[in-house]
């Protein structure tokens, strides 16, 4: 009888001491909590002034946003900086150096990374400038040439040869590599994604191992990707995202559509990527499951493809996207595209703007920090004069190009322009 009364006496004080003893841990609320995002509702409509007669500052000099009162300095003004999709990682390791593209002529402009001051124009030539790509050296440019994959010092101007491969690197006319878009590297700056025409496989710049090889062809591969952390391969076709492990293995379909998009750490830790959902909305159904729509930015999860929705406009749009593969860990950037509409006839909320999104769940209310007045020109080509910018690594520099100066005659006249972040 003393044992029985003993074990009822010590079962009450466990129960009275542990408030979750009948509280089932999938159901927990607060686990539930981490696992949805809260996005902005209602966000206001910022039109900017002056937005036909706005002129920056020379180069050199800063000016005041005058909607957002954020500080800009405008870097070039000579209308000759041309981008290549912003997922693209242009400042080096260090974040010391960025280097861009100018036109007329074609050549590879470098900048401090810091002060945003034009530094020189490299004395190097590629057959397209579009697919150099920083190393884990912040003075080690790579690219291919040919059947070679080249190495370039930013600082030493010396030219070697990293790897020579039996067959051309790249594909397409200009055999650009993995397609020509997305960041090819990791966070780290060795695991680099190559391609002999449709076979592709991931290449450590620092060790020279080679990862296997995949034929791809059955895919119509619009351009291949590597993730943040090299763990994962990303081919963008056009029935939809595939992913699979850097050794080809596990194959999964993660998105339905095909669209720009770049990879980041969803609360600092989970590997995402982030995109936007096409125009056309592909894949209804998919989207209608996860509860996302037209208006849609999202992060998924690659570990498991669940969905979160990070940003909602009231009409569909194409931001260009940068978050550096994840490096700086807390945010991606979106240039909103709004330059087809007239302000004061049609605008919607985030358009023409320079926002950063947290990539966390939770509460998620974007930072807006200016609006990058990039517009097209009228009869123009689309492509030349679409918003481009390019967050650090540390997330405290983002620079971004515009056509701000000169929107009424030609295309492609943009220059570079920074903003310091302090978050």
Known sequence: MNKILYFLFFALIAIS??????????????????????IEQNPAVNIPPNYE????????????????GTQIKRLTDEQNITGWNSERAMF??????????????????????????????????????????????????VYPKENKLMAYNVETDEESILEEFPETLGKGKRNRLCGGDGNDFDDSGEWLLLNMGDTMFAYNIRTGEEGPKKDMSAYDWNYCTISA??????????SGQYLFTRDWESERRILPNNSHLD???LNGTEECLVSRIPEWNDGKLWWAEHGVGNGSFLAARLSDGKIFELLRTTKWFSPMVSAVAGSNKKYVSLAMRGHDLDPSQEWHPYFGE??????????VKPIRLAHHRCRNVEGGI???????????????????RSNMDNFLNEDAKHDLYMIELDL
């Open 17 to 38: 001491c542990n408030d979750k003893v009948d509280v089932d841990p999938e159901n927990d609320p607060k686990e539930e909590d981490n696992e949805v995002t809260q």
């Open 53 to 68: 007669d706005f002129k920056p500052p020379a180069a050199g000099e800063w000016f005041t946003d005058p909607f957002f």
């Open 92 to 141: 080096s390791a260090d974040d010391k150096y960025f280097a861009i593209a100018k036109s007329s002529p074609y050549k590879l402009g470098l900048f401090d990374g810091r002060t945003g001051d034009f530094l020189r124009d490299l004395p190097v030539s590629w057959k397209d400038n579009s697919e150099f790509r920083w190393s884990y050296d912040p003075q080690m440019l």
């Open 229 to 238: 952390s090299g763990n994962y391969i990303l081919a963008n076709t056009e």
């Open 263 to 265: 990879f980041g750490y």
């Open 354 to 363: 320079l926002i950063l999104i947290p990539l966390k769940t939770g509460e």
């Open 382 to 400: 689309d492509f030349w004069n679409q918003p481009e910018q390019w967050i650090n690594h540390a997330g405290d520099r983002l620079f971004f």
